[in-house]
C-alpha cells in the first residue's frame, strides 16, 4: 500500500491579475517543483469549502483530509484548545481571541495586530487573565494574534453569530456585531459586548507597547468529538507539520500526531527546513503526512503581491521540492494544493475549488504539464470533494 504526502499552501490559489499579464500568482510564480507533481501525475479539483459554513482554513483544512466538516465543525475555538492542551469541561465554550488593532475612527484597520509579535501578545493576554478573569472566563496566549478565551457555565452558548476579522479589515466596528442565533444566546452577546469594552479599557491602560487595541472573539464552540484518522482510513495513521494551532488542533483532535518543529511560526521566515526534516521523519512510521504551510495565507491577507508570489516560492523549493527530491522512486503518492483561495484583491477567503494536482504509483500522467488555476480544470482528476483525495493517495479507493 502506498503512503502518502499532502503539499498544503494556505490561501495560495488567486484570481487571473492584470499586473502579471493575466496569470494568477501560482501560475505567474517559478514552481518547479509544484509543476513536476502535475506534469508526472494528474490534476483536478477539489471543493475544500462547503456551502454554510464559514470559509475558514480549519473548515477547508478539515475538508482536505477528509473529515467532512459539514457534518464535525465544531468551531475553531475549541479546535485551538485542543491544540493548546486545554482541557474543556462540558459547560465550557472556547472562542478563538484575536488581538485586533481598531483606530480612533472606529475602523478595523488589523485583524492581527500588525502580526504582533508572540511574547508581547502573551503578556497581554496574561494581563487580560490577571484584570477580567474569573470563575466565568479565562484568556490563554496561543501564537501571535491567535489567542484563546474560554466561557464557562451553562449560561453561555455557541449559538452567537460573529464576523472573521480577516474577512472584515477597514469596516466600523459597529457595523460587526455579535448576534444571538437562538434566544438563550442574548446573554452571551452581552456578556461579550462587556467583555470587549473591559479588554479595550486595559489595553488602552497599559504600559506594554503594541499595536493591539481590542479583543475580538470568533468562533465559538464545545469540546469536538471526531472520528480519529485511523478509524477513518482503515488503520492508517496520520502525521501532520504545521505552525498554526488550529491545523495542530485539526490533527490532535483527530488522533494524528501533531510535529513539533522548532522555529516554525506561520510566516516567511518559517523553518522550512525543519518540516522538511520533521515530515521524512513522520514518514518513517506514519501512512500520510501532512505537511501546512501558513506564509502564503498571511501574504494574501495583506495585500502583498510581490510577499504572496516570494511565499509561493519558497514553499515550492523549500519544502516541495526538497520532500519530493528526498523520497524519489519510493512508494509514495503526493498531492499539492491550497485549503482555499484568498485574491489579492479581496484579501479575504473565496470557496471556490482549489486546484490540486497528485502524483506517485497510483496516478498516471494525463498531459497537464503545470500546476495552476485553470491548467487543473483540464486534468483527468476531476472534480473531487469529501474524502476522495486521501482514499486515493493512501490507495484506499480506485481512481
Ligand atoms: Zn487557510
Not at 184 to 205: I, K, M, P, S
Not at 324 to 347: C, Q, S, W
Not at 382 to 390: K, M, Y
Amino acid at each position: 500500500m502506498p503512503k502518502a504526502v499532502i503539499f498544503l499552501g494556505d490561501g495560495m490559489a488567486d484570481e487571473p491579475l492584470p499586473e502579471l499579464g493575466g496569470k494568477t500568482p501560482l501560475e505567474y510564480a517559478d514552481t518547479p517543483a509544484m509543476d513536476g507533481i502535475a506534469a508526472a501525475g494528474m490534476s483536478g479539483s477539489f471543493l475544500t469549502l462547503p456551502p454554510g459554513l464559514p470559509t475558514s482554513s480549519d473548515v477547508a483544512n478539515m475538508s482536505v483530509l477528509g473529515y467532512y466538516p459539514e457534518k464535525n465543525y465544531p468551531g475553531r475555538g475549541p479546535i485551538e484548545a485542543v491544540s493548546r492542551g486545554i482541557r474543556l469541561g462540558p459547560d465550557d465554550v472556547a472562542w478563538r481571541c484575536n488581538l485586533v488593532t481598531v483606530d480612533e475612527q472606529g475602523i478595523l484597520r488589523d485583524y492581527s495586530a500588525r502580526h504582533i509579535d508572540n511574547t508581547v501578545s502573551a503578556q497581554l493576554m496574561n494581563l487580560l487573565q490577571e484584570k477580567l478573569g474569573s470563575d466565568k472566563v479565562s484568556f490563554y496566549p496561543g501564537v501571535s494574534y491567535r489567542n484563546l478565551m474560554v466561557l464557562h457555565g451553562r449560561e453561555f452558548s455557541d449559538r452567537v453569530g460573529y464576523f472573521k476579522p480577516d474577512s472584515s479589515q477597514d469596516m466600523p466596528v459597529t457595523e460587526l456585531p455579535w448576534t444571538a442565533e437562538v434566544p438563550g444566546a442574548a446573554h452571551t452577546v452581552e456578556v461579550l459586548n462587556q467583555l470587549f469594552r473591559d479588554a479595550r479599557e486595559v489595553l488602552a491602560h497599559t504600559d506594554i507597547a503594541s499595536e493591539a487595541t481590542d479583543i475580538w472573539p470568533w468562533s465559538p464552540g464545545r469540546t469536538p468529538k471526531l472520528l480519529s484518522f485511523e478509524e477513518r482510513y482503515e488503520g492508517r495513521r496520520g502525521a501532520i507539520i504545521s505552525a498554526v494551532d488550529v491545523i495542530r488542533g485539526i490533527g490532535r483532535a483527530s488522533g494524528m500526531t501533531v510535529a513539533e518543529v522548532p522555529g516554525a511560526t506561520g510566516f516567511l521566515d518559517t523553518n522550512y527546513a525543519g518540516k522538511v526534516a520533521a515530515a521524512l521523519e513522520m514518514l518513517k512510521n506514519h501512512d500520510l503526512v501532512y505537511i501546512h504551510v501558513e506564509a502564503v495565507d498571511e501574504c494574501s491577507h495583506m495585500g502583498k503581491l510581490d510577499l504572496k508570489l516570494q511565499a509561493i516560492q519558497a514553499f515550492d523549493q523549500q519544502i516541495v521540492a526538497p520532500v519530493m527530491t528526498a523520497l524519489k522512486g519510493e512508494n509514495v503518492n503526493f498531492a499539492v494544493l491550497p485549503d482555499h483561495p484568498v485574491p489579492i484583491r479581496l484579501r479575504k477567503h473565496t470557496t471556490t475549488p482549489v486546484p490540486v494536482a497528485v502524483c506517485g504509483p497510483s496516478f498516471p500522467a494525463d498531459g497537464v504539464t503545470f500546476f495552476g488555476e485553470n491548467s487543473a480544470k483540464n486534468g483527468r482528476l476531476g472534480a473531487r470533494s469529501g474524502d476522495e483525495l486521501v482514499r486515493l493517495l493512501l490507495g484506499l479507493q480506485k481512481l
